[in-house]
């Protein structure tokens, strides 16, 4: 046994488990407004952090040191104020950013509330379903794709696609399929007013979730929200989109194959995943442990709990996701253009 090693393991694992732990600062962080109430305050004491949220001066004191501690707040120790820099602020306030990271640490702090239940698949193999989870999970997996959706959605992928752009401009029928809350259904909609768009999801809570936010953004009249699920929704389109799903599906093929019989004969299907490498060392990585270990807990558990089970999982790749379109019946499948995060493929039968 080499001591020297065992004891940068150590090392290393205390600091995962504080970095488990800071996940759950940044949740009270935000729920509480802290991060909010401190961006462009310049140097605050705990004292007038607490004043300001309306929190207890104690537990916002030990709050504060734990956030100077991993890095996300500034301290002076002259002065015993702390600091929110404008850039931390950025991805701590600012949900219109695609820097924000407030999403993600709601949304895995909830899957991580389903550890028990997947202990529990490990041993059944009957997998844990997308709506088993803490409803936290659906919110925080809309705030975490919502600004990178905004970045890109139609500045860069739409156009990536061959004609796609136009047809939406002139007017098109497009099906958002696994919509969730509807964000990138209702960014489609904004962007494109000839278009009419359909965003379907199994999960009913998310798919009224959805009907709320088109109400409120005044895009109800061409932006509609059904239960459905990938293999079962209606219609005939245009252009049909995935959104970071497909591999949380126990039967990708066959999802695939209905979207396939649901284009027009000049249809294209737009399918964003997560950014993975086709073989598992190239993926080791700190965006890998992420998605794996989501992929984990959440992805492979949703797909292994539906009918075939295939288990894509977050990191599946592009070479397994062609396969998989390929055996459906698309005979054009292309890698259109890609972000240190997502695969954008466009795909036509």
Same mark, same amino acid.
């Given at each position: 046994?080499?001591?020297?090693?065992?004891?940068?393991?150590?090392?290393?694992?205390?600091?995962? /488990?504080?970095?488990?732990?800071?996940?759950?600062m940044?949740?009270?962080?935000?729920k509480?407004?802290?991060?909010?109430?401190m961006? @462009?305050?310049?140097?605050?004491?705990?004292?007038?952090?607490?004043?300001?949220?309306?929190?207890h +001066?104690?537990?916002?004191?030990?709050w504060?040191?734990?956030?100077?501690?991993? @890095?996300?707040?500034?301290?002076?120790?002259a002065?015993n104020?702390y600091?929110?820099?404008?850039?931390?602020?950025?991805?701590?306030?600012?949900?219109?950013?695609?820097?924000?990271?407030?999403?993600?640490?709601?949304?895995?702090?909830?899957?991580?509330?389903?550890?028990?239940?997947?202990? +529990?698949?490990?041993?059944?193999?009957?997998?844990?379903g997308?709506?088993?989870?803490? *409803?936290?999970?659906?919110?925080?997996?809309?705030?975490?794709?919502? *600004?990178?959706?905004?970045?890109?959605l139609?500045?860069?992928?739409? *156009?990536?696609?061959?004609?796609?752009?136009?047809? /939406?401009?002139?007017?098109?029928?497009?099906?958002?399929?696994?919509?969730?809350?509807?964000?990138?259904?209702?960014?489609?909609?904004?962007?494109?007013?000839?278009?009419?768009?359909?965003?379907?999801?199994?999960?009913?809570?998310?798919?009224?979730?959805?009907?709320?936010?088109?109400?409120q953004?005044?895009?109800? +009249?061409?932006?509609?929200?059904?239960?459905?699920s990938?293999?079962?929704?209606?219609?005939?389109?245009?252009?049909?989109?995935f959104?970071?799903c497909l591999h949380?599906?126990?039967?990708?093929?066959?999802?695939?194959?209905?979207?396939? &019989?649901?284009?027009?004969?000049d249809?294209?299907? /737009?399918?964003?995943?997560?950014?993975?490498?086709?073989?598992v060392?190239?993926?080791?990585?700190?965006?890998?442990? /992420?998605?794996?270990s989501?992929?984990?807990?959440?992805?492979? &558990?949703?797909?292994?709990? &539906?009918?075939?089970?295939?288990?894509?999982?977050?990191?599946?790749?592009?070479?397994r996701?062609?396969?998989?379109?390929?055996?459906?019946?698309?005979?054009?499948?292309?890698l259109?253009?890609?972000?240190?995060?997502?695969l954008v493929?466009?795909?036509?039968?």
């Amino acid at each position: 046994m080499d001591p020297s090693k065992l004891e940068a393991f150590v090392n290393q694992a205390l600091g995962d /488990l504080g970095s488990a732990l800071t996940a759950s600062m940044v949740v009270i962080g935000d729920k509480l407004g802290l991060y909010r109430a401190m961006a @462009g305050a310049g140097p605050l004491t705990s004292h007038e952090l607490a004043n300001r949220t309306g929190t207890h +001066e104690r537990s916002v004191r030990e709050w504060l040191a734990a956030q100077a501690a991993a @890095g996300y707040l500034d301290y002076d120790a002259a002065t015993n104020r702390y600091a929110l820099s404008d850039e931390h602020a950025v991805a701590l306030t600012d949900e219109e950013s695609p820097a924000c990271v407030l999403g993600g640490f709601q949304g895995m702090s909830a899957a991580i509330r389903a550890t028990p239940k997947v202990i +529990e698949a490990f041993r059944h193999g009957q997998g844990l379903g997308w709506h088993e989870h803490d *409803p936290d999970l659906f919110v925080g997996t809309e705030r975490f794709f919502r *600004p990178g959706y905004n970045a890109h959605l139609v500045s860069e992928w739409i *156009p990536a696609l061959d004609g796609v752009h136009a047809k /939406l401009e002139a007017g098109a029928r497009v099906a958002d399929v696994g919509c969730g809350h509807g964000a990138s259904t209702l960014i489609l909609a904004k962007a494109y007013p000839r278009s009419r768009f359909t965003g379907f999801d199994y999960h009913a809570p998310s798919v009224e979730r959805a009907r709320e936010r088109a109400n409120q953004a005044g895009l109800d +009249e061409r932006a509609r929200f059904e239960v459905a699920s990938a293999k079962s929704f209606p219609g005939r389109y245009d252009l049909v989109a995935f959104f970071d799903c497909l591999h949380d599906m126990g039967d990708p093929v066959g999802a695939a194959a209905h979207v396939r &019989q649901s284009l027009g004969d000049d249809g294209t299907w /737009l399918l964003v995943e997560p950014f993975a490498h086709d073989r598992v060392h190239e993926n080791l990585n700190p965006l890998g442990r /992420l998605f794996y270990s989501v992929s984990t807990l959440v992805c492979t &558990q949703a797909s292994l709990a &539906q009918e075939v089970g295939a288990a894509l999982g977050a990191q599946a790749g592009y070479a397994r996701l062609e396969n998989v379109l390929k055996d459906a019946g698309f005979t054009r499948v292309r890698l259109a253009t890609r972000t240190p995060f997502n695969l954008v493929i466009e795909a036509r039968p």
